[in-house]
């Protein structure tokens, strides 16, 4: 049974707001936050009490406070990509608090990666279980000596999501390391195939030359990868990832392909032809260098949504095309779902959206898993000896185990469902807005994708900032998108608030 | 002040056993159990009441309940490589459970990566703060939204302990990622001077050659390490990773050099002439590949001892070599302490063993500290732009939070010189074995480095299967190396049970 489908099949206890509220901004005035008291019955959906009623921004960021502490931070810590300093013990739900006092409605929650609120009770219960202190200060070396609970703490936990067909994980650190050992357990994989096989030794040859950094030892094969998109910053992972100049300048790379991502136009429904031929030139191209290339990829890494790389979204009918044309040429295909995982879209994994004939040979994890690795099916993933994949950790069973309290929160809340409807209320109120307000909400995308939303705006830097200073703290990616990436206790009420301030920042342009 | 003048200065409550214990084996029987009562006084020097008097032997090992619990984890994880499914709610102090009743004495330690014994008391303290659950529930992008408390927490745990002249750090996730981002910020500083400096741009070309993984973006340059060196299994540490075939094979490298490593011969005092002239040797080759290398080195990786490669040892004056060709060539040096830092070699960095002029460079950790990431002193190795350096989590507030109670803990019972004399106690015994069995404790070495101690066993993996069941777990390394890595806490009556148990192993031969 699919991941989807488990979690659709529970009985949630949310209870949506459906009817639509008109409301002002709430930002920093006490009036303001009265109004929204009303509406504080349904946060008893998810956590009674728990939020506050809006966003309340006291000072500019970085208040005086703030910025004392960015100073000391700064003597020992880079912080010139700081964002903003954090005070997590006043922060809750979906709202992110500082030191100022400044309280923000989060809708980029750590890049993504937040996926119940801060100080979530469940997931506080969970971090203080025998458990999980036992996985904290018993840290373990996974591959050689597993807990006698490993295997339920998979089975009851990341397992339990597993995409349809995939039976087994690996597990890892964060997303670098997921992905990169997923492209390691592909060219172990193909390399066997070649060899003739799990039982054909290695040659001398092949020996010496691998510690030499040297071929046939040391394979001369791809991972093919897609222009604007994003797959980590560790060696192999950025040599797959094309997302900006800054993420990869100096850094030496391997000789691997890029293909073309699909460039819908929006709104898809007025350009479905040349979409189309979009999509079919990007196969096509995928084709090409799958059977051309000087460095023969054995296996393609794509994501559901291209995330960092300015949320570019392809249809179902490409990824289908992709899973087609990989199974025709023996080539593996890798979703990162690094970002796109979790419920966001609407499902428990993106690329149920697909309706794949087959599934993808593995699916990379981390984020709002708060754990890491990758799933697969096929026994011959495993490398035909130990020790092929290993390393000290492995992963870490602390951050399992909050992985599986996770799951079992979104299962009780049904959060993928729940997400999908606030989703569509917020696509249905920003296409308002994008009507309203031309120029200003370009490209809308992600309809149909949960809250996986965002669209252009031409001084998005600006914008960011301005919402900022009206109480939403929101994230760009790729050169000009707004990235909408909320939590998944998100709810129309949120959306509620988080229109108003959109609006009333291009009314004030 | 460095760490080690840190540490030492404060007043330990240790107290060691000084008085050398003739005893048998302890393995099974309650009567052996019970003949080490008498010594368990000592153990209070650290946690009375804690540990268990022996280890104790009950079925073989993995016995019926560990089978059917790896049959059934085999199924979603891959065993193969499994040493010993753990109890880890069993495991106490220097001792290991497993589930079928088994208690071993554990100089494994997690592939060295435990400090301070199962179950510490301090650590669950820890494990139980505020903070602590704080750091587990909410999970923050360190790069963007640091918490308030971040600076305090990096300068009351891991810069307390920074090595002389490094006061910076960029945390990590494991050793893998500490040293992949220790060589990113080496190549961009490198191409940074290259290029004139932080100021000047880059040019349309970099960026565009960057995106395609070419030259000049992607630069030509190269991470120079040790043959049988050892430095993690991502792409680039893994092109840096010299240690076994079974490591490297069908993995995609980087085209980087390797210099031999010192083959020192033992014992160090008859072989002094010939080893420094391996040395020499050594030394220069570094400097011609430095010089010559069609892809030239912009820093130089090396492990104090190399673990997994087979505890290879070198001598001070190498090391202090190595630092001046590296300075006189504009070459940064990089001193991976993932396996040797925190203690275990008498030091808390075993490079403090050197009475470097000059730092390193860089110096990598992970394992012991139970977080990871690079010190660095020089401002010039923070990149010239933010989001250089950079990904979503940038290590976890609650590992360095652990850290930090590993710290106050070392601090508070002079673990780090304890060690030095446990290890002096422990190195004069095995010496007296070694002399005693000619051929069974070859290449003795480790002296004066703590408890990081090896030798060669030419039947080493019977040797370390008849450890197993005489009641001590123990790993090897390299070809044919027994590495002791006992725990920080390892005592003199530890040591004895160990030695015993190494001399029944080979008397049964």
Not at 472 to 494: C, D, T, W, Y
Request: charged share 25%; glycine share 8%; aromatic share 10%.
């Amino acid at each position: 049974m699919s991941a989807c489908r488990a979690l659709r099949g529970s009985n949630g206890l949310l209870r949506a707001v459906s009817s639509p509220r008109v409301a002002r901004p709430v930002v920093g005035s006490l009036e303001s936050r009265r109004r929204f008291t009303a509406s504080t019955r349904t946060m008893s959906s998810f956590y009674p009490s728990w939020e506050p009623e809006g966003p309340s921004v006291k000072t500019e960021i970085p208040g005086p406070k703030s910025k004392a502490a960015i100073a000391e931070l700064d003597e020992v810590f880079d912080t010139r990509s700081l964002n903003m300093l954090t005070d997590y013990t006043k922060s809750v739900g979906n709202y992110i608090a500082d030191p100022d006092g400044n309280v923000l409605l989060d809708v980029y929650a750590q890049i993504a990666s937040i996926p119940l609120g801060y100080n979530n009770p469940a997931l506080r219960k969970a971090a203080q279980s025998d458990d999980m202190i036992n996985g904290i200060i018993n840290r373990p070396a996974l591959g050689n000596f597993p807990p006698t609970e490993w295997a339920d703490i998979l089975k009851s936990g990341i397992l339990k999501v597993a995409p349809r067909g995939l039976n087994q994980v690996f597990t890892a650190m964060a997303g670098s390391d997921a992905n990169e050992t997923a492209y390691k357990a592909a060219f172990m994989w193909r390399r066997q195939r070649e060899r003739g096989g799990p039982n054909v030794e290695f040659t001398e040859e092949e020996m010496n030359s691998a510690m030499n950094n040297q071929s046939p030892g040391a394979s001369q094969l791809s991972i093919l990868s897609f222009k604007t998109g994003f797959h980590g910053r560790l060696f192999g992972s950025l040599s797959t990832t094309r997302s900006k100049p800054i993420h990869k300048l100096d850094i030496p790379a391997f000789d691997w392909p890029q293909a073309t991502f699909p460039q819908l136009k929006y709104p898809l429904d007025q350009h479905a032809a040349e979409n189309a031929a979009a999509e079919r030139a990007a196969l096509d191209e995928v084709e090409r260098l799958l059977t051309t290339y000087h460095v023969p990829p054995c296996a393609v890494v794509v994501e559901p949504i291209q995330s960092e790389g300015g949320d570019n979204h392809a249809t179902a009918s490409f990824f289908r095309g992709l899973r087609e044309v990989t199974r025709r040429h023996g080539v593996l295909l890798i979703v990162d779902e690094v970002q796109t995982g979790v419920g966001a879209t609407g499902r428990f994994w993106a690329h149920e959206h697909w309706d794949l004939p087959h599934p993808p040979d593995m699916v990379t994890f981390s984020k709002k898993a708060q754990t890491a690795g990758y799933y697969f099916g096929d026994p011959a993933l495993r490398p035909n000896k130990p020790y092929r994949q290993f390393n000290t950790w492995m992963g870490d069973p602390a951050r399992a185990l909050l992985f599986r309290a996770i799951i079992d929160e979104v299962e009780k809340h049904d959060l993928v469902r729940h997400t999908e409807k606030v989703g569509n209320y917020l696509f249905g109120k920003l296409e308002g807005l994008a009507a309203k307000y031309p120029g200003e909400f370009e490209n809308l995308r992600g309809k149909g994708m949960g809250t996986f939303i965002a669209f252009d705006n031409p001084r998005r830097d600006q914008f960011l900032a301005a919402a900022k200073k009206l109480g939403v703290n929101i994230g760009g990616s790729g050169q000009s998108a707004v990235r909408l990436r909320p939590m998944l206790i998100f709810e129309e009420k949120h959306a509620d608030i988080l229109v108003e301030v959109l609006e009333k920042i291009v009314k004030s342009w």
